[in-house]
């Protein structure tokens, strides 16, 4: 499986980003997926995920300003993220795995895209 984030930019406090994630060589529906961000010197966390019954979980930091949603005919993820922070700024990762049931603190994700840069400017 290959894993394509985009989306990410440059933007000031309060304002919003779609993150998008692209795959290619399974099928959407059927894995757990997640998103994951670092920022310089941090380690990674998780913010979101659903599973493979749409049941979502969000970071505390995550509630009630970030949106994950998917659209399996179009093999993409999205995160929609609204009313930004500085401290959102960071390095984002969709994940994917074939779980059933997953949160994103389980650990050993099997799929990984390569990132997509956000930062947010006060």
């Known amino acids: 499986a290959q894993l394509k984030e985009s989306g990410g930019g440059s933007v000031q406090a309060g304002g919003s980003l779609r993150l998008s994630c692209e795959v290619s060589?399974?099928?959407?529906?059927?894995?757990?997926m997640a998103w994951f961000r670092q920022a310089p010197g941090k380690e990674r966390e998780g913010v979101a995920s659903m599973d493979t019954d749409g049941n979502a979980l969000y970071a505390d930091s995550a509630k009630g300003r970030l949106t994950l949603s998917k659209d399996n005919a179009a093999h993409t993820l999205y995160l929609q993220m609204n009313d930004l922070k500085p401290e959102d700024t960071a390095m984002y990762y969709c994940?994917?795995?074939?779980?059933?049931?997953?949160?994103?603190?389980?650990?050993?994700?099997?799929?990984w895209g390569r990132g997509t840069q956000v930062t947010i400017s006060s």
């Open positions: 060589g399974i099928t959407v529906s059927n894995y757990c």
């Open positions: 994940s994917l795995d074939s779980w059933r049931h997953c949160t994103y603190s389980r650990p050993n994700w099997s799929y």
